[in-house]
C-alpha cells in the first residue's frame, strides 16, 4: 500500500499582530486584492519589527534605572534603528489609555484601548484672563563705554550729575573721625536737594581704620619735613599695600588740592616746591602700586601732573626736577592705560604741543611741554619738534650761546631721536656734501639748534636720517 499524502495546506499561524490589519491598511492604499499569504508574512515582519523596537527601548528603560517605558525610550530606539521617529509625544507628559467597552455585536473582537482625550469647555476658556507669554531668552550687545564715556542708552544706568560726584570724592576725614561724604552746605534747601540725589546713589562706608590710615598718612607726608623717615614709609606703603581702594578717591582728591593750592599764588617757594615734588610721588606710588584700579580717575590725575608740568612759575631750585618727574609720571600713565584708551596719547601730545609752539607761552611753560614729549616717546618728539616746528619755536627766542634748562631739555629730546656719537667728527663747511647737510639742518631744526650739532656729523646725520625714516 502507498502511503497517505500530506496535508496539502496548514493554516498560516501569526501571532499578536493579525494580518485582518495589514488587509485594512492596504485596502486604505486602494489595494483590494491581497492574498493571504502576503498578509500573513507582512503581519509577521510587522510583529517582528515591533518586538525588535521594544527590545531596544527595553535597555534605555534599564539603563535609566525605570520600570516603565516611555515614548522618549521609544524614540531613541527608533534612532539606534536608523528609523525616523515619532512625532508629537512628550516623554514628561504621557498619554493615558482607556480600555472599551466590549462590543456586544462582536464578541471576538479583541480588547480595544484609546487615548482619553479631556473635553474641554469653551464658553469657559473664552471667560478666563488671557495670559501673554513672555519672550523668549535672549541676549544682546550694548557699550557701557566708549573712551570713558558712557553712552545715553536704556541698557546703562542714568548718568549722575557733575555737582554731585564731585561732591562725592571732595570731603577728606575731619578733625573729629568723621568721614562724611558730601561736604556742609549754608542753604537748607541745598542740602535736602543733595541729600535727596545721595539716596540715589550707592554709600560708601570707610571703617574706622582706613580713616585713621588715611589721617595719618597724609600728615607724614604733607607739609614735608627734613625728616624723611615718615614720608618714605608712607611712600612705599601707597606703593605695595592692598586694600587701598576705598581710600583712592580721597587721596586722589588730596592731591589735587594739594597741586591747586601750590601753583595758586604762583609757587615761588622753597616749600611749595617740595610740597608738588611729595605730590608727584605719591601719583607715582598710585599708578606703581598694582593692586589699585585707577582707571576711572584718570580724568581727575592728569589735571594734576600737566598743571606741574606745564606751569609757568615753578620754584627756580625745583623747576627741572619737578618738570622731569612729573614726566616721567605721564610717561608711566601712559604706558599703563593707553592700550585701554588708544585716543589718550594724542590727546595728550595735542596739548602738549599746543603749550609748545603758542606765540604766548613763556619758556617753563614751553620746557615743560618738551619734557613731556620726551617722556611720551621718540614719536611724539618727532611731530612736535620737527614736524609741528616745535624746535624752531624755541631755537627762534633764544639768544646766540645761550644756555639754560629749555636748550637742555631740546637737547635732551635730540638725543631722543638718535644718540650723540662716541667720537664726534665736526661738519667741514668746505665739503659740498657737509654743506648739504648744514642746509638740511638748519631746514629741519632752525639755524639755532642745527649749530648745536655742527661739531657732530654723525649725529647731526642720524637725526636727519631718523626723521627721513619716520616720515
Not at 512628550?90 to 464578541?107: D, G, Q, S, T
Not at 620754584?315 to 585701554?340: D, I, N, V
Request: charged share 20%; net charge negative.
Amino acid at each position: 500500500m502507498s502511503k497517505p499524502k500530506a496535508k496539502a495546506a496548514q493554516a498560516h499561524q501569526t501571532g499578536i499582530y493579525k494580518s485582518d490589519s495589514v488587509r485594512d491598511v492596504a485596502e486604505s492604499l486602494g489595494i483590494t486584492n491581497l492574498s493571504e499569504t502576503v498578509a500573513s508574512s507582512l503581519a509577521s515582519d510587522v510583529e517582528y519589527r515591533i518586538h525588535q523596537v521594544i527590545e531596544e527601548a527595553s535597555r534605555f528603560m534599564r539603563h535609566a534605572r525605570r520600570t516603565t517605558i516611555t515614548t522618549s525610550d521609544v524614540d531613541q530606539a527608533l534612532r539606534v534603528l536608523n528609523i525616523e521617529p515619532l512625532y508629537g509625544h512628550n516623554p514628561h507628559n504621557p498619554p493615558v489609555f482607556r480600555r472599551a467597552l466590549p462590543f456586544p455585536n462582536a464578541a471576538n473582537v479583541g480588547p480595544v484601548y484609546f487615548v482619553d482625550d479631556e473635553e474641554i469647555d469653551f464658553d469657559r476658556v473664552l471667560r478666563e484672563e488671557k495670559i501673554t507669554l513672555p519672550k523668549g531668552v535672549s541676549w544682546t550687545a550694548h557699550w557701557l563705554a566708549v573712551e570713558g564715556v558712557q553712552p545715553l542708552i536704556p541698557e546703562n544706568p542714568p548718568a549722575i550729575p557733575k555737582d554731585v560726584d564731585q561732591e562725592i570724592t571732595k570731603s577728606p576725614p575731619q578733625a573729629n573721625g568723621a568721614f562724611p561724604l558730601t561736604p556742609p552746605s549754608e542753604s537748607r534747601s541745598t542740602v535736602k536737594k543733595q541729600q535727596q540725589q545721595q539716596q540715589q546713589l550707592v554709600k560708601q562706608v570707610l571703617s574706622r581704620e582706613l580713616q585713621l590710615y588715611y589721617t595719618r598718612l597724609t600728615a607724614s607726608l604733607l607739609p614735608p619735613t627734613a625728616d624723611s623717615t615718615k614720608r618714605t614709609a608712607a611712600l612705599a606703603s601707597l606703593r605695595n599695600d592692598a586694600g587701598l581702594q576705598a581710600l583712592l578717591p580721597y587721596l586722589i582728591r588730596w592731591v589735587g588740592e594739594g597741586v591747586v593750592t601750590a601753583l595758586k599764588e604762583g609757587a615761588q617757594t622753597e616749600a611749595d616746591g617740595r610740597s608738588l615734588e611729595v605730590l608727584l610721588d605719591v601719583v607715582s606710588a598710585i599708578l606703581e602700586n598694582n593692586t589699585l584700579f585707577i582707571e576711572p580717575y584718570l580724568h581727575q590725575l592728569l589735571p594734576a601732573i600737566l598743571s606741574t608740568l606745564l606751569h609757568s612759575t615753578l620754584p627756580p631750585s625745583h623747576a627741572t626736577h619737578l618738570r622731569t618727574s612729573a614726566a616721567q609720571t605721564l610717561s608711566r600713565l601712559l604706558t599703563q592705560h593707553s592700550t585701554t584708551y588708544p585716543s589718550l596719547s594724542p590727546r595728550i601730545m595735542k596739548t602738549l604741543l599746543v603749550a609748545l609752539i603758542s606765540s604766548d607761552k613763556s619758556k617753563g611753560t614751553r620746557e615743560g611741554a618738551i619734557r613731556g614729549l620726551v617722556g611720551i616717546g621718540k614719536e611724539a618728539v618727532r611731530k612736535g619738534l620737527v614736524e609741528g616746528g616745535g624746535v624752531k619755536v624755541v631755537g627762534s627766542e633764544c639768544t646766540p650761546g645761550e644756555t639754560g634748562p629749555l636748550v637742555d631739555s631740546v637737547m635732551t629730546a635730540l638725543h631722543v631721536l638718535h644718540p650723540a656719537s662716541d667720537m664726534p667728527e665736526s661738519l667741514d663747511t668746505t665739503d659740498d656734501g657737509d654743506t648739504a647737510t648744514i642746509g638740511q639742518l638748519q631746514d629741519v631744526l632752525g639755524k639755532f639748534f642745527a649749530e648745536k650739532l655742527y661739531g657732530d656729523k654723525g649725529w647731526a646725520l642720524g637725526i636727519l636720517g631718523s626723521i627721513k625714516q619716520q616720515s
